[in-house]
């Protein structure tokens, strides 16, 4: 099968380049400890959200007639590693912009564009996005949050699991399942659902997980909504839904090689000042070698993630989703053993609170938990890449 041609240019352009070094500047501002207060204090990262979003960070991959930067995902993913390299990535970037800005920016009305996009650009509105269900859980087929037509109105009934960053969201942009009245079947649709919507309701899930967004369930009864909440083609739900989890991927990817760095970057800088016998404590291969093969399986998975956002970028969507997939499969993995080999390293200090590296464990086990699992991951490579037979 031919492949689209795609360019993936290895080293960074120096608008990019320019694009790194200052949101590494802001991020450097904030820091890690900013991150792990307002987690302690249950606060959103506002100061931190907004001055991002002011800088251009939050939007640039939007079209730059809805007041986005007009770069690409690889721009985005730039801006989401680096944050994350200073222990300050922002988990809502993998939602608002990645996921439902993508989705608005390819398949909303013109109205619909105008009405969301500029927002979601400036991260002055801010979309959640809910698919997750309490009794589907992978199983995405089995949601059964339903949107009925009554009238010119929508009904939504249902309710979702897990939904990141809610109490900060202006709406939800929410997978349902819709009557068609054609055909009387169900079938995938997205609505966006305003917050504030009578009849939507959410409810706190306390999480171990070291992040100022907090996970919500919410409840749907009898929400009603109109035709120009529903989000693009009515028919192409399911397709919509794919074009926005590559992006949701690469940005989730991009958030975890720069947790690796936070951890490896720490590690490094420990074990070059720490002597207890004659050598500093990074001189005994017993602790250099696992950190360079962190290293190295960091620089693969951010060059896969390089592959995939510019596949993405240059309209390759079966080449982005494979390499999405596979992305952040190898982010999952090294981001877990990054900050696993640097509480080694760090010895008592790694659990100490002065270092701050263990309470990020649970936090460097979401990349293979979220938005997709590492099992699922590993299903769609065996199955759709290399044509394996399905055990589910
Ligand atoms: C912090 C956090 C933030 C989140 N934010 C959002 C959000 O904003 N929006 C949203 O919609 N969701 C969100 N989620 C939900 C997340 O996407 C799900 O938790 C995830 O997809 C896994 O679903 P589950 O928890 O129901 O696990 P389950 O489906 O119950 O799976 C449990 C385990 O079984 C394995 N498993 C299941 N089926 C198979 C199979 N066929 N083969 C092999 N193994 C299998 C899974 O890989 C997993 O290890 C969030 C979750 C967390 C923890």
């Given at each position: 099968m031919s492949q689209p041609q795609v360019s993936m240019p290895l080293n960074d352009t120096p608008e990019q380049e320019e694009l790194r070094s200052t949101v590494r500047a802001l991020a450097k501002k904030y820091g890690y400890e900013y991150m792990a207060k307002k987690a302690d204090d249950k606060e959103y990262p506002t100061e931190l959200w907004k001055e991002a979003g002011e800088l251009g960070?939050?939007?640039?991959?939007?079209p730059e007639e809805y007041g986005g930067g007009g770069a690409g995902l690889l721009e985005l993913s730039i801006v989401q590693e680096e944050l994350s390299s200073q222990g300050c990535g922002l988990l809502m970037l993998v939602v608002s912009p990645a996921i439902c800005g993508s989705i608005i920016a390819a398949f909303g009305t013109p109205d619909q564009k105008q009405r969301w996009l500029p927002g979601i650009a400036s991260g002055e509105f801010i979309s959640a996005f809910g698919i997750t269900e309490a009794d589907a859980g992978t199983n995405s087929h089995n949601i059964t949050t339903t949107a009925k037509k009554e009238g010119d109105e929508w009904v939504l009934n249902g309710q979702k699991t897990f939904i990141s960053g809610v109490d900060q969201a202006d709406a939800v942009l929410v997978v349902a399942r819709a009557h068609d009245e054609r055909t009387g079947k169900l079938k995938p649709a997205l609505f966006m659902v305003p917050t504030d919507a009578e009849g939507f309701s959410k409810t706190q899930i306390p999480t171990e997980v070291m992040l100022p967004e907090w996970q919500y369930a919410l409840h749907f009864d009898d929400v009603r909504l109109k035709d120009e909440d529903l989000v693009g083609d009515s028919d192409a739900g399911i397709f919509q839904l794919f074009v926005g989890l590559n992006p949701e991927r690469i940005i989730a990817t991009a958030m975890a090689t720069g947790m690796s760095r936070y951890a490896l970057d720490t590690a490094v800088k420990y074990a070059n000042e720490r002597v207890v016998w004659k050598t500093p404590i990074g001189a005994h291969q017993g602790l250099s070698h696992p950190l360079a093969q962190c290293r190295i399986e960091l620089e693969q998975a951010r060059l896969m993630c390089r592959n995939a956002a510019a596949r993405f970028d240059q309209g390759d969507l079966d080449g982005a989703a494979t390499a999405a997939n596979m992305a952040k499969y190898a982010a999952g993995e090294v981001s877990a053993k990054s900050i696993d080999q640097a509480v080694q390293t760090l010895g008592g200090n790694g659990l100490t609170a002065e270092y701050g590296l263990a309470r990020m464990y649970a936090a460097s086990r979401l990349p293979r938990i979220a938005p997709v699992s590492r099992e699922m991951l590993l299903n769609y490579v065996a199955q759709t890449v290399m044509g394996l037979p399905k055990s589910y």
């Open positions: 960070f939050v939007g640039v991959n939007l």
